[in-house]
């Protein structure tokens, strides 16, 4: 099965630096990376990840009204989202698997792991 190329959004640019060595440099993911909800909505047809991961809290457009703007174009349906957010409650949490994410990633994150997660995260969403 072939790695998941992942369209990653997150406003603040030292974590989407930090994100970008974890998932490209150390784990060899094709990643593509937008600072805005908007941008995001703007590129994904041209991108077409396999995969988004989103942060939560950005202005604008935050991360829950991003996924369903992504979601409710039809070639992306069914694309499997991961959320990576500070405020990792459990009913946070639960609250983000019911509005349908895969997964939730908590920050701050591991660098050396996180592709490791996303990979196995994707392993799982495509086995079921």
């Known amino acids: 099965m072939s790695l998941p190329k ?3 959004v997150e406003d ?3 974590i989407r630096e930090i994100a970008l060595l974890a998932l490209d440099t150390v784990g060899g993911l ?10 995001a909505l703007d590129c994904v047809a041209d991108v077409a990840p396999d995969l988004f991961l989103l942060d ?3 202005p604008g457009m935050n991360g829950e009204e991003t996924f369903l703007a992504l979601r409710a ?6 694309t499997p989202a991961v959320f990576m957010t500070a ?5 946070e949490v639960a ?16 660098p050396m792991t996180l592709a490791q997660q996303i990979v196995e995260i994707w392993n799982r969403t495509k086995t079921n």
């Open 12 to 14: 603040d640019p030292d």
């Open 73 to 78: 174009m039809p070639q992306f349906a069914g």
């Open 87 to 91: 405020k990792a409650q459990p009913t």
């Open 56 to 58: 939560v809290m950005m």
């Open 30 to 39: 094709d990643v593509v990376q937008c600072p805005s909800g908007q941008e």
């Open 95 to 110: 609250r983000l698997r019911e509005l349908g994410a895969d997964d939730v990633i908590t920050k701050p994150f591991d």
């Open 6 to 8: 992942i369209l990653h």
